[in-house]
């Protein structure tokens, strides 16, 4: 069955760049997408198509889709952010989500 | 305004089968390309996809539950219904409904999500 990687955990200091990863065999074939989920709650979508934003999230989220590896990348980071972040694609009918990352904001 | 809202028993015994449904407002799953999908979270870990039903009413199901696991749509009331069979502790889980607005070949994102239902199965 296919898999999603990610690591476990993220730190960053605010205002700096973290940068998260998501690995599958040739998921750049997909498309991928990214969740943000904080604590009780539901998760937001905050990229899809591997780099697009939904309205209402920051330019500081990014996205981008290559190879074997989907990258979140949030610039000038803040405590806000600090959160799990999950990646998501499709293999064939099915979905799958990645293992799920925890960002922390140092 | 988009919304869904899952309902469903917070606690089920091991062995019984559950039934969740998902009410949603917003859209209509009529609309060509519009899929509504269930997902689980157990408490600590990573959510898991466990069915999608489509506007043309195909039906998918993750491998691992395929046997267990019933999704079906009422499109004139606005709900999508999940039921799992022969539920197992392991089974105990934060379940979610989110709206997907187009097939995988164009993204397959969920844009929308319920705010949850814990299950908890226990004796």
């Known amino acids: 069955s296919y898999e999603l990687t990610q690591p476990p955990s993220v730190s960053v200091s605010p205002g700096q760049t973290a940068s998260i990863t998501c690995s599958g065999h040739k998921l750049g074939d997909k498309y991928a997408c990214w969740y943000q989920q904080k604590p009780g709650q539901s998760p937001v979508l905050v990229i899809y198509?591997?780099?697009k934003r939904p309205s209402g999230i920051p330019e500081r989220f990014s996205g981008s889709n290559s190879g074997n590896t989907a990258t979140l990348t949030i610039s000038g980071t803040q405590a806000m952010d600090e959160a799990d972040y999950y990646c998501?694609?499709?293999?064939?009918?099915?979905?799958?989500f990645g293992t799920g990352t925890k960002v922390t904001v140092l | 305004q988009v919304t869904l809202r899952e309902s469903g028993p917070a606690l089920v015994k091991p062995t019984q089968t559950l039934t969740l449904t998902c009410t949603f407002s917003g859209f209509s799953l009529s609309t060509s390309g519009m899929c509504v999908n269930w997902i689980r979270q157990p408490p600590g870990k990573a959510l898991e996809w466990l069915a999608r039903?489509?506007?043309?009413?195909?039906?998918y199901y993750t491998t691992s539950l395929k046997t267990r696991l019933t999704i079906s749509k009422d499109t004139s009331k606005n709900q999508v219904v999940l039921t799992m069979t022969n539920m197992d502790p392991v089974d105990t889980a934060t379940y979610y409904c989110?709206?997907?607005?187009?097939?995988?070949?164009?993204?397959?994102?969920?844009?929308?999500w319920g705010q949850g239902t814990l299950v908890t199965v226990s004796s």
């Open positions: 998501q694609a499709w293999d064939s009918s099915t979905c799958v």
């Open positions: 039903i489509d506007w043309d009413d195909d039906k």
């Open positions: 989110a709206r997907q607005p187009g097939i995988a070949a164009v993204g397959g994102e969920f844009d929308y």
């Open positions: 198509q591997n780099s």
